[in-house]
């Protein structure tokens, strides 16, 4: 079978197609034939050389988020059967025909839902429903900022907080083609964050007062003024740092009755397995109205993982880049 690998950290060049032996599931794991796979910024940096989530070793094999179907069952494994179609997400070795994977990881997926689109299940929308509703405790009325809004956890985001009620959505973005497309999701107000006075913006469009809920994976700068326009008695949620600069946030801030929230999808799946599991139904009823649509940006072949990349640094896409093996 094929599989994407690297040798050193770098460009995106770096990724090459290898082939190697069909892997074959141990105890409580099971096979799936990739049906889709979809490509996380985290991938990006760790193929940089930056340690995400703690690791960034060599040689690399990257993680995603597999849709696919099972077509072999390890030892003790319950729930899970020979030709169901599940998605999960893969911490290594992804990027490739099949991938070996522990059942805790798995969500059954529909047989008639599409695959791409399931990818963005397991990381992407548990991440933007769970930051919203765990870490932000969104309450109906509430205003929202939602910074990086049109990529794959963004524009989830936005429609997720629309769904839990939120009064008013601003949506953040770095193109005009971008803020087009979160505001076709339903975003209420949209602003290029570009520009140099966007946090005037967004103090103009709450009255001054900044949004009871800031989202924010960007990091760096942007990060600094996100706590400057976070309400008093509002939430910070800082869930990532897409510019790989984290700064010191200055503690006289939080002296306005603010707010600091940290978020990690895993933290809330090693310690509130209840709170993920009725997260995970609701995401699939708002999936199932309408009210939640996952988009797929590009679908590319497993052998373009290189362009996928590249694509993911460029900041281009709107919604999710995906590997169809």
Known sequence: MRIIRHYEHGAPSVLRL???EKPQPGAGQVLIRAEAVGVTFAEVQRRQGIPVGGHAGLPGAPGGDVAGTIEAVGDGVTGFAVGDRVVGDIDRNAYADHVVAGVDALIEIPQDLDAAAATLLPSPARTAYHAIREAGRLRPGQTILIDAASGGVGHLAVQIAKALGAGQVIATA??????DFVRELGADVTINYSDEDWTDQVLAAT??????IVLETVGGDVLLKSLGITAQFGTLVFYGSAS???PDLPALALSRMKNIAGFSLYAMLHNKLDAVAEGQRHLFELIASGQVRPIVHDRLPLDEAVKAHELMEARAQLGKIVLVP
Request: hydrophobic share 30%; charged share 40%; net charge negative.
């Open 18 to 20: 290898e082939e190697t």
């Open 207 to 212: 009255d001054g007062r900044g949004a009871d």
């Open 244 to 246: 790989g600069d984290i």
């Open 174 to 179: 770095g193109a005009q083609a971008k803020l």
